[in-house]
C-alpha cells in the first residue's frame, strides 16, 4: 500500500524504474483474478474511492509505481523498511538464496554472525544475551507471549493491552489486538478473558 501523492511527491520523484515482465494485465483484469483466488477478507486500500485500488507495477527507493508509470510516496508500507529494490539487500537476499536457504537446525556461520552482529547493537543486559530468529512480526510477538508465559513463575497470565493495537495474526496474538477482536465480525467475543484493554493516551487533546 502506498500513500496517494499525485502530484508533488510524483514530480519530486525519480525516474521510475523498468517494469518487471509481469503480463498485460489490465486493472480490471487485476481485480477479477484477485476476487477469484483471494479471500475477500483481505481488503485492498483505496478500494471503492473514485480513483480506484492502487494498481502497482514496481517499487524503488521510497516511491511505489502504477501501471501509468505515476510514483507515489510510500509512506505506510510496513515491509521494506530500507526502501524498495535497495540494490545491496537484492544482491545480499539472491547471492543467499542462490547459496543456501534452509532453517537454524543446521549449522552454518552466516547465522551465528547475524546474531553476533545484532546482539553487538544491543544494550546491557541484552547483548549478553541470545536470538531467537522468527519470520514475521506475527510469530515474534507469539514467540514473546510464550516466553513471558514460560519466565512467570507464578502462572499469571493476563496481559494489558492499548486499545486500537494490532500484534499480528496467529491465533494467539490476535487475542493481543484489538484492533482485530474489536471487529464486528467477532461479535463483541473477540476479546479473550486474560486481555485487559487499557485507553489510548490523549496527550494533545484539547
Sequence with gaps: CGARAHSTAAAAAPTAPPAAAAGPLTTDENLALRKRFLAPSQK??????????????????????????????DCVNNVAHVGHAHPAVAAAV???VSTLNTNTRYLHPTVCELARRLLDTMPAPLRDGVVFFVNSGSEANDLALRLARAAN???ASR???????????????IGLSPYKFDHRSFGGRGQPEWVTKCPVQQTTRA
Design 94 to 96: 539472491a547471492a543467499q
Design 153 to 155: 513463575t507464578r502462572g
Design 44 to 73: 485492498m486500500h483505496y478500494d471503492g474511492s473514485e480513483a480506484g485500488p492502487l494498481h502497482l507495477t514496481r517499487g524503488r527507493g521510497a516511491y511505489l509505481y502504477d501501471t501509468d508509470g505515476a510514483a507515489h510516496l
Design 159 to 173: 496481559c494489558l493491552v492499548v486499545e486500537h493495537a494490532y500484534h499480528g495474526h496467529t491465533s494467539a496474538v
